[in-house]
């Protein structure tokens, strides 16, 4: 039987990406739910073992078997509801909340676009790289270390680029924190062991741009664009740094064996979306850098006119027929 109820989106209520989807279903005149997880405290959820949990936010209310299929993008951790005073009790109301939610994701099983525990594993980088290799993308040289004599052979090639294995934000208890961007590294003279010796960094041979490409791949979709980053001296090696507007963002159509590679690795990575971060050498090579699983994309279709959300919200409508 088919389900009645509605496209479920888990994300938090500043993430606008979430936002293309929402527009899209809505054109669609197709049901939805977007919850907030920030505000899961003020839900009503119940669960009984042997039925499926039920959701009710104000006049919404439905089973988490009604839903038709889901879609997970950037949740946040649950805020206390303003009458938990003290940082015990709201501690114990996120962790309470965040492991009820945690039991929801489980119980959509197949009802992910991509589910949240492929999503999490997907994020290992180094298996990324591994598997990127196996595929047929140009990988850089490689180290992720944080001994600084590890990186003696990688520097015998030249200038090398370092890069956090997966933690970008600085965080700052007086203020907003700092962005880690990718930096060059000349020599291995400016690598200081002692910093480097408490956490580990991604070190990779710096490879000579003629742009970035960011790939978006929805199922069999293929979305490139070229990134323009060699425009100007800031963005060179990492072309979000100082939030360059004006770079140019072109449409481009991949050789079939690189958007090929591109389908493939999504798809070892059990994932049905992947925001793939490639670079194109001035000699005309592509080379592989990371697979974001869950990677923004609102930005590209707003500059290159690629229906994105379009094509998520068809495979999302695919997978409820699939699984009703």
């Known amino acids: 039987m088919k389900r009645c109820g509605p496209f479920l989106i888990v994300t938090n209520k500043r993430d606008l990406t979430s936002d293309f989807i929402v527009r899209e279903l809505q054109r669609r005149s ?3 739910y977007r919850l907030n997880t920030e505000d899961a405290p003020r ?3 119940t669960h009984r073992v042997g039925a499926a949990t039920s959701l009710r ?9 009604d839903v038709r299929a889901a879609y997970f993008r950037r949740p946040m951790p649950p805020l206390a509801h303003a009458d938990a005073k003290d940082q015990a009790s709201r501690t114990y109301i ?3 909340w965040s492991y009820l939610l945690r039991s929801l994701y489980l119980e959509l099983g197949d009802k992910w676009f991509s589910h949240p525990n492929s999503i ?13 290799a196996e595929i047929g993308f140009k990988i850089p040289p490689t180290v992720i270390t944080n001994d600084r004599e590890a990186l003696q052979e990688l520097f015998l090639s030249g200038e090398v680029v370092a890069k956090p294995l997966k933690q970008s934000l600085f965080e700052d208890d007086d203020g907003p924190g700092s962005v880690i961007y990718t930096n060059t590294v000349s020599s291995i003279s400016e690598v200081d062991q002692s910093p480097l010796a408490m956490a580990p960094v991604i070190f990779q041979r710096k490879i000579q741009k003629k742009h970035d490409l960011r790939v978006t791949v929805v199922g069999d979709m293929v979305f490139a664009a070229s990134i323009d980053s060699q425009q100007f001296e800031q963005t060179k090696t990492d072309w979000r740094r100082g939030s360059v507007t004006e770079l140019a ?6 050789p079939d064996q690189i958007a090929q590679a591109c389908r493939k690795i999504v798809s070892a990575l059990n994932l049905r979306y992947g925001a793939i971060d490639l670079v194109q050498d001035k000699s005309g090579d592509y080379w592989f ?6 990677g923004q994309w609102a930005w590209i ?9 379009a094509a998520i919200v068809d495979l999302m409508e695919e997978l409820s027929n699939e699984v009703s």
């Open 43 to 45: 839900l009503t959820l």
């Open 120 to 132: 999490i594993l997907a994020e290992d980088k180094p298996k990324q790289l591994r598997l990127a």
């Open 289 to 294: 850098l990371e697979c974001n699983p869950n």
């Open 30 to 32: 197709l049901h939805y």
């Open 301 to 309: 279709e707003n500059r290159t006119g690629y229906p994105i959300a």
């Open 57 to 65: 936010d104000g006049e919404v209310c439905f089973d988490l078997d």
């Open 94 to 96: 996120r962790e309470e």
């Open 249 to 254: 963002h072109d449409v481009v159509t991949l």
